[in-house]
């Protein structure tokens, strides 16, 4: 990706901090839409699940984590209720906090007190996007040095200058991590142990459970999954102008044990054409698309992925349930 950093200052209130924001430049349209298509033509359709989030797809991502099956989201943020002090114990005072993946902000913004956060990196595929959450935010913490930065590290994690010297404290939640293989999840902490310049890093993991539960929580009964994934064959109609009828492919969510991950597909109902201009793709009835992977871990085999990226003195927090976990690892 080439890094055209382009600052630019949020507007004011005068008298307290202004979060400052900075886009990296992202893809062009040309060569997004040379990926997208280079996906569709593949023997098996492959779509990358950053994909899943135009404005839309952010919204119903939103709607997921309110589900009664999707435990994720309120299972890792009941850990940080419980365990705060003890996790600001372990990583002690935080200078600088970057958030990767921050969206509204509002994990990293439990961590500010406890942590006595000084400076706060939100990182995101867009700064635009960060601009209300950060404005929001600075009311609240006048006295916070803010930096929003629009960045895909979806292929490769490099910082900034303008995030700063010294150590820092990465802050991965969510278990965004999920999205990558184990390989590409390994590459990904190396990178950003580099980042961690000497700090830490905070990341939160959804672990191994048995299938009903993981299932369900992909595959609710109220469709908003199903509407999440499909709602990405808009966005590729948009960006790749591609004509896909969503009414003709269903969701579809299992858990593929071998490889330990929640599998995404979309799956046409019978036999269709896509087509787009230069090209067209057919798929027989039955045929899938793959739109993400969702990997889940067993807490020893992700303390043994942090070791061979480089980490050390290795923490983790769980629920009683130890459905999920964060871990905090020196870099
Ligand atoms: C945002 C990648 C953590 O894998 O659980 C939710 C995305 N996909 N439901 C996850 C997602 C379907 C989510 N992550």
């Not at 672990?207 to 999440?228: H, M, R, S």
Request: charged share 20%; aromatic share 10%.
């Amino acid at each position: 990706m080439g890094e055209l950093p382009a600052a630019v200052r949020a507007g004011g209130h005068s008298g307290v901090n202004t979060p400052r924001l900075l886009q990296i430049a992202h893809d062009d349209p040309a060569a997004i839409r040379a990926e997208l298509l280079a996906g569709l033509a593949a023997p098996t359709a492959t779509i990358s699940p950053k994909y899943l989030y135009d404005a839309l797809g952010s919204r119903l991502f939103s709607a997921i984590t309110e589900l009664p099956e999707y435990y994720p989201t309120r299972t890792e943020a009941a850990i940080f209720a419980t365990e705060l002090p003890h996790m600001a114990e372990v990583l002690g005072p935080v200078a600088t906090l970057v958030d990767l993946g921050a969206g509204n902000c509002e994990k990293a913004a439990r961590l500010f007190s406890a942590f006595r956060v000084q400076r706060y990196v939100a990182v995101d595929i867009s700064a635009s996007y960060l601009r209300e959450s950060l404005e929001f935010l600075q009311q609240k913490h006048p006295a916070l040095d803010m930096l929003g930065i629009g960045l895909d590290f979806s292929q490769h994690l490099t910082l900034p200058a303008e995030v700063g010297d010294g150590p820092r404290t990465l802050f991965y939640p969510g278990s965004s991590i999920g999205n990558f293989t184990p390989n590409e999840a390994l590459a990904f902490l190396r990178q950003a142990r580099a980042e961690c310049r000497g700090g830490a890093l905070l990341i939160g993991v959804d672990l191994v459970k048995p299938a009903d539960i993981l299932e369900a929580a992909y595959d609710d009964p109220l469709g908003v999954t199903a509407a999440f994934n499909r709602n990405m064959l808009l966005h590729l109609n948009r960006l790749a102008g591609t004509d896909f009828r969503i009414a003709e492919w269903r969701h579809v969510a299992f858990l593929n044990a071998t490889e330990s991950r929640i599998e995404m597909h979309l799956e046409a109902l019978r036999e269709s054409v896509v087509q787009w201009s230069g090209g067209k793709r057919r798929f027989a009835a039955g045929e899938r698309m793959h739109t993400e992977n969702s990997c889940k871990w067993r807490v020893e085999d992700f303390a043994t992925l942090l070791e061979r990226a480089g980490f050390s003195r290795l923490r983790h927090w769980t629920d009683a349930r130890a459905w999920f976990a964060v871990f905090a690892a020196f870099s």
